[in-house]
């Protein structure tokens, strides 16, 4: 067992040691009321912790782990994350809700109500639990004003900022935002790269230095209005973002030798939407909601390495149009029906070209455009049978068309049923089972399409027209045990089997052979995931709290390649997080600190070449303090001493069950550290 996986089983076994520990201290009064299946926070149960805005708030909500949107996934059905805002979710996939959250005020909260399933107008989508934020509706307006700068320790540093603003009369809401975010991507870094031979000897030693500089730009805007006996939301965003990678590689003596690799990529974001909600009567609950996406990426890749010069070009467009209907009816107390139809269209246009001295090289995947056109229906039910007792059940059907043109023309029509079935069972006052049941169909990456390169590494990758979504039939088991007023300890165990596993695959063309994303067959997953909320007052850390997060993953699939088991391709078997943070009302101080990517390191195979990565456990320290009754300086230091990260890439002389070992590189750099000081100053609330 590595040192990394012992620390994180050391850390879970000090937090069970903490969760059996009574408190000596007096526990905080509850939320101000429990309603049914809402709990409700109100501002006074963050008094002591004076925070800064809504995620300050929710993320000392014992027990609730938030889950964002997923951005990757087409639609909008299967990716909704679980938190509201104002009891509806967020138009756009594309913001996380830290930054949604960060951008309300905690003077603009009127409560927090945290919603556990079977309540009239709430589709829960799946989830054992919900957030939602409830703004106050009084007449007000905010304004924050935010600046600083970011430093690295190798000597880069850059100004950020933001800006904010919010104003609420008469059943109106008007937000604005622009945001300058600076970062020195932890792609970059310093180190070695080694070449061995089979038997282990050492052929060659090159030094490594590589520097990724990202400029990001962000401006939204949101209006909300009364319409018709219901609330109208509009909702616009621009985002940009570019980034510039420069790579050397020198070889050391006694070989010679140099590489130069430079790229530039440019992505450009714009979407708008329009989400309108009412209520009729006190049980039915109708959404209406639409949103148009589109994205612009030019990459330029060039590489010079002993008089050789490589280059590789993309330029892709895509676009999302979403159309949404839902509704949902509360027949009783005690049962609940929902029903829903989406519609969406989806488009990729991607032109790619690769040369080497100037002569074209031949891609699968190089001239792609591709169209897709989805629905999908969904009717279910949640029904409480007893008291302690929660069914929810539902079937949504998916229906597909996904028609490609360019070097690889085709068209596909795809259809699945997705049933899901849950069942939640209230133990006693302090524990909670769930078992969840469903079938999943994941969604095609039109990138998967697209033919890609990567100068520095000599690694080219084929675009795959044949590619089928993979089918998950999925098991949860939950058990989520409350230790007591503000601790929570949730464990699940998840069994997955899937079919057309998408993985990596040898695709030949009449000019060479490629890797290529693919379908291998079938597979499993199982996965176990540990949170755990506690204060730490206890044992005399007054107003201190740790929250953990594990997870535990382990697959298995049949190697195309050699006919042997193995894991899915690029898939972490340990992930892991811990925060320790500590509030000082007299003081108005806020500390803390993050370690993140514990033990992470994943595995990708390809027909000729077996890639290992892993990297060092990364922290952030961060403390932040209130000054006077506007006024907010907060300082944070990440990884200052840089954190590692090692590459080992076994190459073969073609495909790995008949070709021998040809050698061994093996890659090691260090990233850089961070240290940044912010100035935030608010006016209005």
Do not use: C
């Not at 919010?166 to 945001?179: F, N, P, Q, V, Y």
């Not at 997870?551 to 972490?572: A, F, N, Y």
Request: charge should be negative.
């Amino acid at each position: 067992m590595s040192i990394a996986s012992r620390a994180s089983w050391l850390v879970l076994a000090t937090i069970a040691e903490l969760s059996i520990t009574p408190r000596t201290a007096q526990a905080q009064q509850p939320p101000a009321a429990r309603g049914g299946d809402v709990s409700l926070y109100l501002p006074a149960d963050f008094a002591d912790n004076a925070p800064a805005n809504a995620w300050d708030m929710l993320s000392r909500l014992p027990g609730f782990v938030t889950v964002d949107a997923d951005e990757d996934v087409r639609g909008y059905a299967g990716a909704r994350g679980n938190v509201l805002i104002d009891g509806a979710r967020p138009t756009s996939k594309h913001e996380d809700a830290k930054t949604l959250l960060k951008r309300i005020p905690a003077s603009a909260v009127a409560r927090i109500e945290l919603i556990r399933g079977g309540v009239p107008g709430i589709d829960m989508s799946g989830y054992a639990l919900l957030a939602n934020v409830v703004r106050r509706h009084d007449a007000t307006s905010q304004s924050a004003i935010e600046a600083g700068m970011v430093a690295a320790t190798d000597g880069w540093m850059a100004p950020k900022g933001q800006w904010e603003y919010g104003r609420r009369w008469d059943g109106h809401t008007l937000d604005l935002a622009l945001k300058l975010d600076p970062e020195l991507d932890d792609d970059s870094g310093r180190g070695h790269i080694d070449t061995f031979s089979p038997d282990g000897t050492r052929q060659q030693r090159e030094r490594l230095d590589t520097r990724t500089i990202k400029n990001k730009a962000e401006a939204s805007a949101n209006w909300r209005q009364p319409l018709a006996g219901g609330q109208l939301t509009l909702t616009g965003a621009a985002r940009g973002e570019r980034a510039r990678t420069d790579t050397r590689i020198d070889a050391l003596a006694p070989a010679e030798g140099s590489e130069r690799v430079h790229e530039n990529e440019d992505t450009n974001e714009a979407e708008a939407g329009a989400r309108y909600v009412r209520q009729f009567g006190e049980r039915t609950r109708l959404e209406l909601m639409a949103t148009r996406h589109q994205a612009w990426l030019d990459d330029r890749e060039r590489s010079h390495e002993d008089g050789d010069d490589e280059t590789f070009d993309e330029n892709t467009r895509t676009a999302e149009s979403i159309g949404r209907i839902n509704l949902t009816h509360a027949w009783s107390d005690a049962l609940t029906f929902n029903g829903s139809f989406e519609g969406a269209r989806n488009t990729l246009r991607s032109t790619t070209h690769l040369q080497q001295d100037g002569v074209d090289v031949a891609l699968p995947g190089s001239d792609v455009h591709i169209e897709e056109r989805r629905s999908e229906a969904a009717a279910g039910a949640t029904w409480k049978p007893a008291p302690g007792w929660m069914l929810d059940a539902d079937l949504r059907l998916e229906q597909s068309t996904i028609a490609q043109t360019g070097d690889s023309p085709r068209q596909r029509h795809f259809s699945y049923p997705k049933p899901r079935l849950s069942v939640q069972w209230d133990v006693d006052p302090n524990d909670q089972l769930r078992l969840a049941l469903s079938r999943e169909v994941g969604q095609l990456d039109f990138e998967d399409f697209v033919a890609s390169a990567s100068l520095e590494t000599g690694r080219v990758s084929a675009g795959n027209a044949e590619l089928k979504p993979d089918q998950t039939l999925r098991s949860v088991l939950t058990w989520e045990h409350q230790l007591w007023h503000d601790a929570a300890f949730t464990a699940s165990w998840t069994h997955e089997r899937i079919s057309d596993v998408v993985d990596r695959v040898l695709v030949i063309t009449d000019d060479d052979i490629f890797d290529a994303p693919g379908n291998i067959g079938d597979g499993r997953r199982d996965t176990l995931a540990l949170d755990v909320s506690l204060p730490l007052d206890g044992i005399g850390f007054h107003g201190g709290g740790l929250t953990s997060s594990m997870q535990w993953r382990r697959s298995r699939v049949t190697d195309p390649t050699t006919g042997l088991g193995r894991s899915i391709s690029e898939e972490k078997p340990v992930e892991g997080s811990i925060e320790l943070t500590q509030d000082l009302p007299t003081s108005r101080t806020h500390w803390g600190i993050q370690i993140e990517h514990i033990a992470e390191r994943k595995t990708e195979y390809r027909y000729d070449e077996i890639k290992r990565e892993s990297e060092g456990m990364g922290w952030t320290l961060f403390v932040e303090q209130e000054v006077g009754a506007h006024w907010r300086v907060r300082a944070e230091a990440t990884d200052l001493f840089g954190r590692g990260f090692d590459e080992t890439r076994e190459k073969y002389d073609g495909p790995r069950s008949t070709e021998p070992l040809e050698e061994i590189e093996r890659r090691r750099r260090r990233s850089p550290g961070f240290v940044s000081l912010t100035f935030r100053r608010s006016v209005g609330g």
